[in-house]
Nanobody, 124 residues
Framework: QVQLVESGGGLVQPGGSLRLSCAAS????????IGWFRQAPGKEREFVSR?????YYADSVKGRFTISRDNAKNTVYLRMNSLKPEDTAVYYC????????????????????WGQGTQVTVSS
């Protein structure tokens, strides 16, 4: 079992940057793919990025967000640059036991473990 804890959210002005962290417990962390999702008020949870054998991004964040992982620290990061008001949401990290990519990698239901979320607000 994997337990995930997100941190690094906050209030930032448009054009600003944040780095989110997803700290995981468990000795098998390196065997999991980790995804980032977000949920804005009144909207469904949506895929943002994933890291396993490779990295993947939603079109809406491509070129602005960068996902990375440090297996020695059991942590995955999401660096978010050029933030926009529409990036405002609660951001969640999630673990998928299938490390390599599969056709449903962007679906919420494909991830086995979830963190509690961290709020990101982009506003002037």
């Amino acid at each position: 079992q994997v337990q995930l804890v997100e941190s690094g959210g906050g209030l930032v002005q448009p054009g600003g940057s944040l780095r989110l962290s997803c700290a995981a417990s468990g000795p098998t962390f390196r065997n999991y793919a980790i995804g980032w999702f977000r949920q804005a008020p009144g909207k469904e949870r949506e895929f943002v990025s994933r890291i396993g054998g490779s990295t993947y991004y939603a079109d809406s964040v491509k070129g602005r967000f960068t996902i990375s992982r440090d297996n020695a620290k059991n942590t995955v990061y999401l660096r978010m640059n050029s933030l926009k008001p529409e990036d405002t949401a609660v951001y969640y990290c999630a673990a998928d036991q299938r490390y390599y990519i599969h056709p449903s990698y962007y679906r919420v239901t494909e991830y086995d473990y979830w963190g509690q979320g961290t709020q990101v607000t982009v506003s002037s």
